[in-house]
């Protein structure tokens, strides 16, 4: 995995041209935020890219983000791993190659913001790459779907009306304090949350 993740950029091995191949099937077009300005630049990561069972649901919240008409785009082939369990594994040499790489692309990009839907990447841009001078405003997703709930963008007229538990996230509530959000956004689709003792 470190040797994928130093010669392709990615912990799969796989091209870093087929990073944004999730993206087909969609029914608009993602922006590439080296292209053209966003207001959020989508920090997709790894699993979201490439793996086909996580796949599906980068598309879900694509979607999503589209039909609340927010102004969002990818770096497409310029992102690479974020460098989170890298460095806790203590690949330092590493962390640092890969932050730079993102820190080059994501200066090619012009965005206000960035969002992630991966707990491991939040803490890295948000916390991790200011040590390297490049600070961010990161949200995760679940923050930002709170905001455009409240303005009335997203809204879910269907409940689900399911009793269900949740597994916070270590990198998400633990360490970035973020615990409402992801209940809020529970609530407003309708579902009973029952938390764990």
Request: net charge negative.
């Amino acid at each position: 995995a470190l040797m994928n993740l130093g010669d392709y950029g990615n912990s799969f091995g796989e091209s870093p041209k087929k990073r944004h191949r999730w993206t087909k099937g969609l029914s608009f077009k993602v922006t590439d935020a080296r292209q053209a300005a966003v207001d959020y630049l989508w920090f997709v990561g790894d699993f979201a890219s490439y793996d086909p069972r996580i796949q599906a649901l980068s598309r879900m919240v694509a979607e999503v983000f589209h039909k609340a008409g927010l102004d969002f785009g990818i770096l497409q082939d310029g992102e690479r791993n974020a460098g989170n369990d890298v460095r806790r594994v203590g690949e330092e040499g590493l962390f640092e190659m890969l932050a730079e790489d993102n820190i080059k692309a994501l200066e090619e990009a012009e965005f206000n913001q960035i969002v992630t839907t991966d707990p491991h990447t939040l803490n890295t841009l948000r916390n991790e790459y200011p040590e390297l001078g490049a600070s961010y405003t990161v949200h995760h997703y679940t923050g930002l779907l709170t905001e455009l709930i409240a303005k009335g963008d997203l809204h879910f007229p269907n409940q689900l009306r399911h009793r269900v538990t949740y597994h916070d996230p270590c990198y998400l509530a633990r360490y970035n304090h973020e615990i409402d959000a992801p209940r809020q956004v529970m609530q407003a689709i309708g579902v009973e949350l029952i938390d764990m003792p």
